[in-house]
C-alpha cells in the first residue's frame, strides 16, 4: 500500500506508482480498477493484458481484480546505479473498448548499502623532515546508495600530527586526504596508527573504517651522543702496548647509517698522542699502542670524535683525560757542571774539584736523589742544596805517593726499589815541586890509575827525583872549582863524568869533586854530592921483613927451649911493601888487590921443615883496608892463641913482640922507616926506583880529613890494638906521621 494514485488520463491513462526498492513478492504497488474508476466486474469483461514489451517480469497483475504486486526483487541500484531517478514501466490494454494503460513505478531508494573502502588498511610512509601542511591522498569509499542514503562524511581517529580534509568533487565524490599539520619526529614516534570512518545519511546511518598505518621515515636529524661529557682514565707509565684505556660508547637515535656510528680520534689531536693512543672505529675502544712516559706528559687529554654514516654525516666530541701515574723507571743523573780532571798536589783540604748537579726524572720519592763518594779516598761530597753537590778534598794529597785517583761518585733515588747510577771521575793530581832530587850516594870514591886515557869515563852520579815531568827533569853540574874543572867535566844528562885530562899521580892524588844536581821545577830544587877521586901509581916495590930486624946478608938466629912443646911460638916475622907504603888506600878495590900487602909465608928449600910449623892464623900479614873498620876474622887472634901476655905456654920473651902502646908505636915507626927506605931506594929489597914517601903521594888538594885513616886498619898482630885507639885519630896520625919520618914531614910543609 505505497502507491500514490494519480489523476487518471481520458484516453490513454497514465498511472504512476511509487515503491521502494527491495519489497518482498508479492508486495502491493497499486489497484488499477480503483485507480481508474472502473468497478471490477467490467475490467474483469474487458479482457486485461500486461505488454510483454515492459518491465513485467518485476510485476504481477490479478486480472480480475486490478491489483498490482511485486513479482521479483527490485535492486534500485541495480537498475539505476548513481542516478537517483529511477523507474520502472508496465503497459497494461483492455479489448472492449481498446484502451492503453501506462504504468510507471517509481523504484524509491532504501540505505541499504554502507559507504566502503577498498581495502580494510593502507600504509604510508612519510619522511620525517616533511613540511608542515603536506598532504596525503587516502582512497576514498564508496556508497552506491543515493541521495542521503549514500557517503556524506568521514571520520579522523584523534592524533597529534594529522588533520582530515576532504575534497568534494564536482560530481560529487568526496576524496579524503591527511594534512600534516604538526611535524613529525621518527625518533619520537615511528609509526602512527590512524582510523578513517566513512559515513553516510541513512537513518540509521551506516559506516565502514580503514586502518591507516603511517612509518615515519629516518631522516638524519640527529647526531652521535656519548653517554658522558667526558671520559677519565688513570695508567701507569710504561703500560704495556694494547692496554684498554677506556671504552666510548656513543649512541645515534637516528636509523640506518644514520644511526651508525664510527669512532676516530679527532684531527686537532697532535701527532705525538696520535702515536700514544689508538681508538677502534667500531667498537669506541682506546687503547695503548705507544709508549706512556710520565716525564714526557703527566697527563693526555685526547679528542675525540664519533661521526654517524648519514649523509650529510652528523658527529659530536669529546675528551678522555688520561691520567699517567709515574713509577720508578728513571734512574739519576749526575752531571758534571764543572770539573778539573788535574787537581795540585798541593791543593788544600777542602779545594772543590768538581760541581755536581743530580737529577732524577721521576717525581716524588722516587726522584729524589742521595750522592755518596767512595769511601776511603780523600775526597768527600758537600751538598749545596737540593740538587747540587760539590766535591772536595779531604785530606792534604801527595802525588808522589797516589798520583791519581778513580772518584766514583753513586746517585741513588728513593724509589723501591731504588735506582741508581755511577759516575766515575778520573783525577789526576798535578806535581808540584816538592822534592829535591837525590843522589844515590852522598860521596863516591873513584880510584883511577895515573896516566888515564883523556876522555875515559870516571864515574857515573845518578840522582832520583820522585816528581814529574819538568819537576824531575835533572841536570847534572859540577860546582864550578877552576882547578877542578880543567880536570873533569859531567854529562849534564846523564851525570857521567869524564877526565879531562891525563891525571898524574905525582901530582895530585887525590881530588874531591862536588857535583849538583837540579831538577827544572820552579823554583828548581837540587842537592849535592862530593865525588873523590884517588889517583893510583903503579906496583914497583917488593916487599921488606921489617921485623926482626936482621941485618943485611945474615941469618936470623932465635934460641928456643929444648923441652920446647908443639906449638910453641917461635917468632913473629912482619913485612911492608914499600910500594904500598902507609896509604895505600882502598886495597881491597878490585884491580888493584894486586898490590894488596898479603904475604905468603913459606920456608926456604933446606930449612928442615919437619920440626916447624907456620900458624897460619898468626902469619905475619899486614893488611891496609880503608873499607874494613874490623879486623879481618883471618888473623885476628883469640886470647888463647895471642902470643905475649898470655897463651897456653907462658911465652914471656920479652923484646920478641910488641905488648904495650909504646912498643906498637915504635913498631909502626919502623914499618914507615923501612917504607920510605924503599920508597928513596935504599931498601935492600925495594927493587924499584923512585918510589915517592907518604907526604909526597898527595897532591895540595890533600887534608888529613881526606886521607883515609889507615892506622886504623894497621893490626899489630898479638896486640889488642889497632893504631885507631882511644887516644883519637889525629893523636894517632900525628903520632903515625912525625913518629915515622922526618924527611916525609918535610916533604910536606914544603909543598
Ligand atoms: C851518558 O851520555 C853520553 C852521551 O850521550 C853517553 O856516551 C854515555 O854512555 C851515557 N852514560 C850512561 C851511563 O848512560
Not at 873523590?532 to 946478608?553: M, R
Not at 913498631?667 to 907518604?694: C, F, H, Y
Request: glycine content about 6%; charged content about 20%; overall charge negative.
Amino acid at each position: 500500500g505505497c502507491a500514490e494514485p494519480r489523476a487518471p488520463p481520458a484516453s490513454s491513462a497514465q498511472i504512476r506508482y511509487s515503491i521502494p526498492e527491495e519489497l518482498t513478492r508479492g508486495a502491493f504497488v497499486g489497484n488499477i480498477a480503483k485507480d481508474l474508476g472502473t468497478d471490477v466486474a467490467k475490467l474483469a469483461a474487458a479482457n486485461l493484458q500486461v505488454l510483454s514489451d515492459s518491465d513485467s517480469q518485476y510485476f504481477s497483475v490479478n486480472v480480475n481484480t486490478g491489483v498490482i504486486m511485486v513479482s521479483e526483487r527490485i535492486d534500485r541500484e541495480q537498475l539505476c546505479g548513481q542516478n537517483p531517478r529511477c523507474f520502472l514501466h508496465l503497459k497494461l490494454a483492455i479489448e472492449n473498448p481498446v484502451e492503453f494503460y501506462r504504468i510507471e513505478v517509481e523504484i524509491l531508494d532504501i540505505n541499504d548499502n554502507p559507504p566502503e573502502f577498498p581495502s580494510d588498511e593502507v600504509s604510508l610512509r612519510i619522511y620525517e623532515l616533511a613540511s608542515l601542511g603536506a598532504r596525503f591522498p587516502i582512497q576514498p569509499a564508496q556508497d552506491p546508495d543515493v541521495g542521503t542514503n549514500t557517503l556524506q562524511t568521514y571520520h579522523l581517529s584523534a592524533n597529534e600530527n594529522f588533520n582530515l580534509n576532504v575534497k568534494a568533487r564536482t560530481d560529487g565524490g568526496k576524496f579524503p586526504e591527511l594534512v600534516l599539520e604538526r611535524a613529525l619526529d621518527r625518533e619520537l614516534r615511528a609509526f602512527h596508527h590512524l582510523v578513517l570512518t566513512a559515513e553516510d545519511g541513512g537513518s540509521p546511518p551506516q559506516s565502514s573504517k580503514i586502518r591507516i598505518t603511517i612509518q615515519v621515515l629516518d631522516a638524519n636529524d640527529n647526531h652521535p651522543v656519548f653517554d658522558r661529557p667526558s671520559y677519565g682514565a688513570r695508567l701507569v707509565e710504561n703500560s704495556p702496548l694494547g692496554t684498554l684505556v677506556v671504552k666510548l660508547n656513543a649512541t645515534d637515535v637516528d636509523e640506518g647509517p644514520n644511526g651508525d656510528i664510527r669512532y676516530s680520534l679527532s684531527s686537532h689531536n697532535s701527532a705525538a698522542l696520535r702515536q700514544i693512543f689508538a681508538i677502534d672505529e667500531q667498537t669506541g675502544e682506546i687503547r695503548v699502542q705507544g709508549n706512556l712516559d710520565f716525564e714526557e706528559a703527566t697527563v693526555y687529554e685526547i679528542e675525540v670524535e664519533a661521526k654517524d654514516m648519514g649523509s650529510p654525516t652528523m658527529e659530536e666530541h669529546c675528551s678522555v683525560v688520561v691520567e699517567i701515574t709515574d713509577v720508578n723507571d728513571n734512574a739519576p743523573e749526575v752531571i758534571l757542571t764543572s770539573f778539573s780532571s788535574s787537581l795540585s798536589e798541593d791543593a788544600p783540604p777542602g779545594t772543590v774539584v768538581a760541581v755536581i748537579h743530580v737529577r732524577d726524572r721521576d717525581s716524588g720519592e722516587q726522584g729524589r736523589v742521595q750522592c755518596h763518594v767512595s769511601p776511603d779516598l780523600p775526597f768527600q761530597l758537600r751538598k749545596d742544596y737540593e740538587h747540587q753537590y760539590s766535591l772536595l778534598t779531604s785530606t792534604r794529597l801527595d802525588r808522589e805517593h797516589v798520583a791519581y785517583y778513580n772518584v766514583t761518585i753513586s746517585a741513588s733515588d728513593l724509589g723501591s726499589p731504588p735506582l741508581s747510577r755511577h759516575t766515575t771521575l778520573p783525577i789526576a793530581l798535578a806535581d808540584v815541586n816538592d822534592n829535591a832530587p837525590q843522589f844515590e850516594q852522598a860521596s863516591y870514591e873513584v880510584l883511577v890509575a895515573e896516566n888515564n886515557p883523556v876522555g875515559s869515563v870516571l864515574v857515573t852520579v845518578s840522582a832520583a827525583d820522585p816528581d814529574s815531568e819538568q819537576n824531575s827533569r835533572l841536570s847534572y853540574s859540577i860546582l864550578r872549582d877552576v882547578p877542578i874543572s880543567t880536570y873533569f867535566r859531567i854529562d849534564q844528562d846523564n851525570g857521567t863524568i869524564y877526565t879531562m885530562r891525563a891525571l898524574d899521580y905525582e901530582q895530585d892524588k887525590v881530588f874531591q869533586v862536588p857535583v849538583e844536581v837540579k831538577d827544572a821545577g820552579s823554583p828548581a830544587l837540587s842537592s849535592t854530592a862530593v865525588v873523590h877521586v884517588f889517583v893510583l901509581d903503579e906496583n914497583d916495590n917488593a916487599p921488606t921483613i921489617v921485623y926482626p930486624s936482621v941485618p943485611k946478608g945474615s941469618a936470623f938466629h932465635q934460641t928456643i927451649p929444648v923441652l920446647a912443646e908443639p906449638g910453641y911460638l917461635v917468632t913473629k916475622i912482619v913485612a911492608v911493601d914499600a910500594d904500598s907504603g902507609h896509604n895505600y888506600l882502598d886495597v881491597g878495590r878490585a884491580g888493584l888487590t894486586s898490590q894488596a900487602q898479603n904475604y905468603t909465608s913459606c920456608f926456604s928449600p933446606m930449612s928442615d921443615q919437619s920440626d916447624f910449623l907456620f900458624n897460619r892464623g898468626i902469619k905475619t900479614t899486614l893488611l891496609f883496608s880503608p873499607q874494613q873498620a874490623q879486623p879481618n876474622t883471618d888473623w885476628r887472634f883469640s886470647q888463647t892463641q895471642r902470643p905475649g901476655t898470655s897463651g897456653s905456654q907462658n911465652g914471656e920473651e920479652g923484646g920478641a913482640w910488641p905488648n904495650n902502646q909504646f912498643d906498637t908505636e915504635m913498631l909502626q915507626a919502623m914499618i914507615l922507616a923501612s917504607a920510605n927506605e924503599a920508597a928513596d931506594g935504599n931498601s935492600t929489597l925495594g927493587g924499584g926506583t923512585g918510589t915517592m914517601g907518604l907526604s909526597a903521594r898527595y897532591g895540595p888538594q890533600f887534608t888529613l880529613q881526606h886521607v883515609p885513616d889507615y892506622r886504623q886498619n894497621v893490626y899489630i898482630p898479638g896486640s889488642t890494638a889497632t893504631l885507631t885507639n882511644a887516644a883519637g885519630k889525629r893523636d894517632a896520625k900525628n903520632s903515625g906521621s912525625s913518629g915515622g919520618n922526618k924527611k916525609k914531614s918535610g916533604k910536606k910543609e914544603k909543598k
